[in-house]
Every structure is written in structure tokens, then in C-alpha cells.
């Protein structure tokens, strides 16, 4: 897979939940090769300030639209800055880069395991794995297809952070939301639906997560107890994004694996938290 350098334009750039925003932007390279799990490198300044690039999941891709979708949080300078850019200016782009999610050969249950604005890259999982369903490019028998279902299970610090649930639900995915303060769903961390959903788990069972280190330790040792498979998009502060720099390296039971171009995407069971 090719990985493209190029100056995206901004098609919009706006704030869709407190400190979260959705930038759309045009790079028909990527928008057409991009895979589920993989991310964009971008330069956020004009020239060198900030000196190095900001590492963002890519969201949702529109090939007909030459569009790439990326959902970020303001938590920092360099997020701030972009946050100010606006349409008609351009970015520079590096991508896509890094290893996505595998996609199972075999019909199932997908269950997608989101926390925070780890929800970025899931999007683009689920909307994948739908369309694969809908296309009917697995082959299965009538009784198992009724079996095929994507289950989203989605937390927040609170109800304005859930996004984008009625989309979700227009696809035909099954959702579930969880929040702290219990304003929307289940009061309590996401792995609570998690674990709950494991009573009612079915055969060719998969678990796909995005989120904060603590729960993506949690949603491993679950998977784990139930031997069922388990991959996690981890993320990490990067520097080069190419793998040249070994500045987001993570310890495996194979060593350590730098993020950017082993993962970010890697098997819940390898990775070794500390």
C-alpha cells in the first residue's frame, strides 16, 4: 500500500461535541487506498511551528468525494492550533500510514469497543464491516447470517460526547452506551457492557477496541478469560510516524514494536501493559 505525501484542503473543520471536532479533507490518494486502523501524519502549521507532525486516526473515508474524515480532541497546542484552521487552507499529509485492523474471513459477531475519542477509528470499522455484510461477500449459511451483527459498545465522560449513535443505528449496527456520570446508558466504564455482552456472545466472535491504555487493559484480559480474539488500536505520541525515530515504541511479548508502522493496530493478547 502506497503511502502518499501531499497538501489536503480543507473542506470544513468543526466543533462537534465540547473540545471535539470533525475535519473533512480532501485527498482523494488516501480516501481511496485507507484502511480501517490506519492514520494520517499531519503537518499543522504552515511552516515549522509545531515542529513535528500530529498522528490522527483516520475517521471515515468517501472515495467518491475524494474526502477523509478525521475526529479529534483538543487537548494540547498542536490540536489547538488545528482546531483554528479553515476551509479553503491546506494541510500537509502523510499517509496513510501504519497497520489497520484485520478484517476476519469468517461471518460473525463484531463487537467494536469505543472510549472517548477512541470512537475515531471504529467508525470507519464499523461502517467497513456493514458494508461487507450488506454486499453479502461472506459466505453463510441463512441460519448463521442471522447471527451477523456488528454490536457497538460506546463510553463517555457524559451524553454530549455520544456521537454518532444515530448513524450507527442507521447502518443497521446494534449500539450500547455507557457513561460516568450516567446521563445517557449504563453509569460506569464501557468494559461493563463489555463483560455484560459476553453472556449473550455467539460462535466466530471478535472483539475490536480503541481507547484509554486502562481500558484497552481491561477489554484484553476480558477477551482473554473467554479466549476469544482481540485487536486494540493503541495510541501514542509519535515523532517520525515511518518508524525511523523509535519514539512510540510498546512492549510486546516479541519485544518491543514501534506503533507507527508494526500497529498502530495489534493482537489484544500481544501487548504488554504495565
Not at 57 to 73: D, F, G, N
Not at 171 to 188: F, I, L, N, Y
Not at 216 to 225: H, R, Y
Request: net charge positive; glycine share 10%.
Amino acid at each position: 500500500m502506497s503511502v502518499v505525501q501531499k497538501q489536503g484542503k480543507i473542506l470544513s473543520n468543526l466543533e462537534v461535541a465540547p473540545s471535539i471536532f470533525l475535519l473533512n479533507l480532501g485527498l482523494p490518494q488516501v480516501a481511496e487506498t485507507a484502511q480501517p486502523g490506519q492514520f494520517v501524519h499531519l503537518r499543522i502549521g504552515p511552516l515549522s511551528d509545531p515542529l513535528l507532525r500530529r498522528p490522527f486516526s483516520i475517521h471515515r473515508t468517501k472515495p467518491e468525494e475524494a474526502k477523509v474524515s478525521i475526529l479529534y480532541q483538543v487537548v494540547g497546542r498542536g490540536t489547538k492550533l488545528l482546531s483554528q484552521r479553515c476551509s479553503g487552507e491546506k494541510l500537509d499529509c502523510l499517509g496513510p500510514l501504519g497497520r489497520g485492523f484485520a478484517i476476519p474471513k469468517v461471518a460473525g459477531q463484531f463487537i467494536l469497543v469505543a472510549g472517548g475519542i477512541g470512537i475515531a477509528p471504529l467508525i470507519f470499522l464499523a461502517e467497513t464491516l456493514l458494508r461487507k455484510m450488506g454486499n453479502g461477500k461472506w459466505e453463510v449459511e441463512k441460519e448463521k447470517r442471522k447471527k451477523m451483527e456488528v454490536v457497538f459498545l460506546m463510553g463517555a465522560a457524559s451524553t454530549e460526547y455520544i456521537l454518532p449513535e444515530s448513524e450507527l443505528l442507521s447502518w443497521g449496527a446494534a449500539v450500547e452506551v455507557a457513561t460516568d456520570d450516567g446521563s445517557k446508558g449504563h453509569r460506569g466504564p464501557v468494559t461493563d457492557l463489555l463483560t455484560r455482552q459476553m453472556d449473550r456472545s455467539v460462535a466466530s466472535c471478535h472483539i475490536f477496541a480503541c481507547g484509554p491504555e486502562g481500558m484497552l487493559k481491561e477489554v484484553a484480559q476480558i477477551a482473554g478469560q473467554q479466549k476469544i480474539p482481540c485487536q486494540i488500536c493503541l495510541e501514542q505520541r509519535m515523532a517520525c510516524g515511518v518508524g525511523a525515530c523509535l519514539g512510540c515504541v510498546v512492549k510486546t511479548r516479541s519485544g518491543y514494536r514501534r506503533v507507527c508502522v508494526d500497529g498502530p493496530v495489534f493482537p489484544a493478547g500481544e501487548v504488554i501493559f504495565e
